[in-house]
C-alpha cells in the first residue's frame, strides 16, 4: 500500500505564488521609496531584486517580511494577505550579510538555536537535522567548532544552514555574500544556487551585484527610483531590456539617440539607419537604439564590414585589454563615445587615433522608448 502525503495547505494556497505584491507603496516623510510594485515571486524560484544604491530594494525586501508596513498595497504570501502581520507570525526567515553568528556557540548550537528556542523538537530529532542541515552546505564534521576557527565562506554555510534548518517556505537574503572577497562570492553563487535548488524553498535576495543576479536567480525585477522597471529571466533581461536604464545597468549598451521614421531611426549627423523589425514603436517615437559591444564590429577606414547594414564612421580612443576580451573605446565623427567589444587579445593592428569604422547588423540592437 502506498502512503499519500496531504499538502497541508488549502487548493488555493497551493496554486498561490510564494509572494504576492500589488500596488505596493512605502513613503518616509512625504518622500517615496517604493512605488506602486506589482509582481509574483513563484513557489521555489530563486529571485533577486536587483538594483543601484538607494533604489528602494531593502524596503521592498522589508515589506515581505514585515519589518516595514506599506503606505499602500497588499503583501500576500502563500496566497494568504499578510499586509499587517508582524515579521516573527509569517512562514519565512533571513540572512543577513553580517551573518549574526553566536562566537560563544559551536558550529551546531549555532545552527540548532532557532529550533531550541522553540523547543518544539525532541533533542535527538534537533540534532539529526542539524547534521542533514550541516550535510546541505558540505559541513559535516564540523559541528564540534568554534565559529572564529572557521573561514569566511565556511561562516556563511553555518549561516545558510542556520537559516534554513526551520524549513521556511521562504528565505529573504539581503547581499548575501557582499562580505566575502571576489573569488569566494564567485564560488559561493554556485554554492547558493546548488543548495536552493536542493531543498526548494523561495529564495528572494537583494543584491546591486548585476553578475550575482544573473549568475542565481530564475528571474530578477530591476529597479530604479522606488519603482520596478523589469520582471523576467536573467537571459531576457540581458537580450530584450525594456528600458534605457536596464539596458545600461545589466552589463554595457551603446545608445542612439533619434526619432523614428519610415521604419528606420533619424539620427542626427548620421542619417536614417536601419532598425530591428517588430520593435513596436509608432513612427514619430523618440526612442534610444541600444547595441551591445559584442554586437559591434570594427574595421580600418575603407575596409568592409561583412554582415553590418549599419556603419558609423569613428576614430580609435584607447584599446583595453580584459583578460577574456579586448574593449575598443571610439568617438563616433557625429558626436558621442561607442564601445566595441572582442573576443581574446587585440588581432585588429588597429592604433589608437586611427579612423574606423563601426557596424552592425539591426537584429543586434534593441529599440527603447524613453
Ligand atoms: N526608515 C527610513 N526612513 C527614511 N527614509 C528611508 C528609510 N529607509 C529607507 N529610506 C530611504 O528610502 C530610499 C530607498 O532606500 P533603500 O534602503 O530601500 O534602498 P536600497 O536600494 O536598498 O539601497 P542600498 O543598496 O544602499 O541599501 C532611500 O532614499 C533611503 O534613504
Known amino acids: 500500500m502506498t502512503a499519500t502525503l496531504k499538502d497541508p495547505r488549502s487548493p488555493a494556497q497551493a496554486t498561490a505564488p510564494a509572494v504576492r505584491l500589488t500596488g505596493v507603496g512605502k513613503t518616509f516623510g512625504g518622500t517615496p521609496a517604493v512605488i506602486d510594485v506589482t509582481l509574483d515571486i513563484r513557489t521555489g524560484e530563486f529571485f533577486s531584486i536587483l538594483g543601484p544604491s538607494g533604489c528602494g530594494k ?49 558550529v551546531s548550537e549555532n545552527v540548532a538555536f532557532e529550533l531550541k528556542v522553540r523547543k518544539s523538537r525532541p533533542k535527538a530529532e534537533i540534532a539529526q537535522a542539524v547534521r542533514e542541515a550541516l550535510a546541505l552546505v558540505r559541513l559535516d564534521g564540523y559541528g564540534d567548532r568554534t565559529i572564529g576557527r572557521l573561514s569566511g565562506g565556511q561562516r556563511q554555510r553555518v549561516a545558510i544552514a542556520r537559516a534554513l534548518i ?88 551603446n545608445f542612439l539617440t533619434g526619432t523614428l521614421g519610415g521604419g528606420r531611426l533619424g539620427v542626427d549627423g548620421l542619417g536614417n539607419i536601419a532598425v530591428p523589425d517588430g520593435h513596436g514603436h509608432p513612427d514619430g517615437t523618440p ?4 547595441v551591445r559591444p559584442e554586437n559591434v564590429r570594427l574595421a580600418r577606414a575603407g575596409e568592409p564590414l561583412q554582415d553590418c547594414p549599419v556603419r558609423a564612421d569613428a576614430t580609435l580612443q584607447q584599446i583595453v585589454y580584459l583578460g577574456n576580451a579586448t574593449r575598443y573605446h571610439l568617438a563616433l565623427a557625429h558626436g558621442g563615445d561607442f564601445v566595441a567589444e572582442a573576443r581574446g587579445t587585440d588581432v585588429s593592428g588597429l592604433r589608437i587615433g586611427e579612423q574606423v569604422v563601426v557596424g552592425w547588423h539591426p537584429r543586434h540592437s534593441r529599440v527603447l522608448a524613453e
Open 58 to 106: 531593502t524596503t521592498l525586501m522589508r515589506m515581505i517580511t514585515g519589518f516595514e508596513t506599506p503606505s499602500e498595497g497588499t503583501v500576500e504570501l502563500d496566497g494568504a494577505d499578510c499586509t499587517g502581520v508582524p515579521p516573527h507570525k509569517r512562514d519565512l526567515n533571513m540572512l543577513f550579510q553580517s551573518y549574526a553568528l553566536f562566537p560563544h556557540l559551536d
Open 166 to 253: 526551520g524549513r521556511p517556505s521562504l528565505l529573504l537574503l539581503d547581499e548575501p555574500l557582499g562580505a566575502l572577497d571576489q573569488k569566494l562570492r564567485a564560488e559561493m553563487q554556485l554554492e547558493l544556487k546548488k543548495i536552493q535548488r536542493e531543498v526548494g524553498v523561495t529564495f528572494v535576495t537583494v543584491t546591486h551585484d548585476q553578475e550575482e543576479a544573473l549568475t542565481m536567480s530564475d528571474r530578477i525585477a530591476v529597479m530604479d527610483g522606488g519603482r520596478v522597471l523589469q520582471v523576467d529571466t536573467p537571459e531576457a533581461i540581458y537580450e530584450r531590456p525594456a528600458t534605457r536604464f536596464v539596458a545600461n545597468f545589466i552589463g554595457t549598451s
Open 287 to 290: 526612442v534610444h537604439l541600444a
